[in-house]
T-cell receptor, first 113, second 115 residues
């Protein structure tokens, strides 16, 4: 069955530091992969997505993610974190034929000044 | 010019009551979804409708009944509310193209609290 694992429940970084959020997926075919961000009390905003092609994808707010098929991973990175990046981050895989999104359990990012 | 809107934003009610949450999209999309986010932030799909036809029903209790009067609206009606129904409910919509993954656009969520 398809699944998404985000091993880190909570990450704390200092402002200006680099960030990497981990995501591993289990899916039988080439996956459609997404990262969403949810700020406190807000809805879900799409940061970036991977469908095919270049395995390094650029998103909004300076985020990027790299698809590594051999590791079944799609880790999210940012070179320098801003205080406004504090939020909950969700990795998701999109299921073919139904378009259903299967989400990971999320990683809460805290940013210290 | 909100793309996907939900009403109400907050809903507080007593156990046993019946309530509805409304969702509207003005993107011209064919497919709409309901997701539930529980207290641990876990997001899971509940239903999807394509052109008013039920496509996905993820073993949700039959106290939950989605209703799609037209393809721009997907409402969620919940009967006999239970404490465990307390959650944030997100509506989403997407276009539909066969053999293609259709990106979903999410509404702002409705926080339901059952007392």
């Amino acid at each position: 069955a398809q699944s998404v694992t985000q091993p880190d429940i909570h990450i704390t970084v200092s402002e200006g530091a680099s960030l990497e959020l981990r995501c591993n997926y289990s899916y039988g075919a080439t996956p459609y992969l997404f990262w969403y961000v949810q700020s406190p009390g807000q809805g879900l905003q799409l940061l970036l997505k991977y469908f095919s092609g270049d395995t390094l994808v650029q998103g909004i707010k300076g985020f990027e993610a790299e698809f590594k098929r051999s590791q079944s991973s799609f880790n999210l990175r940012k070179p320098s974190v801003h205080w406004s990046d504090a939020a909950e981050y969700f990795c998701a895989v999109g299921e073919r034929n139904t378009d259903k999104l299967i989400f990971g359990t999320g990683t809460r990012l805290q940013v210290f000044p | 010019d909100t793309a996907v809107s939900q009403t109400p934003k907050y809903l507080v009610t007593q156990m046993g009551n019946d309530k509805s949450i409304k969702c509207e999209q003005n993107l011209g999309h064919d497919t709409m979804y309901w997701y539930k986010q529980d207290s641990k932030k876990f997001l899971k799909i509940m239903f999807s409708y394509n052109n008013k036809e039920l496509i996905i029903n993820e073993t949700v209790p039959n106290r939950f009944s989605p209703k799609s009067p037209d393809k721009a609206h997907l409402n969620l009606h919940i009967n006999s509310l239970e404490l465990g129904d307390s959650a944030v409910y997100f509506c989403a919509s997407s276009a539909f193209r066969a053999d293609y993954y259709n990106e979903q656009f999410f509404g702002p969520g409705t926080r339901l609290t059952v007392l």
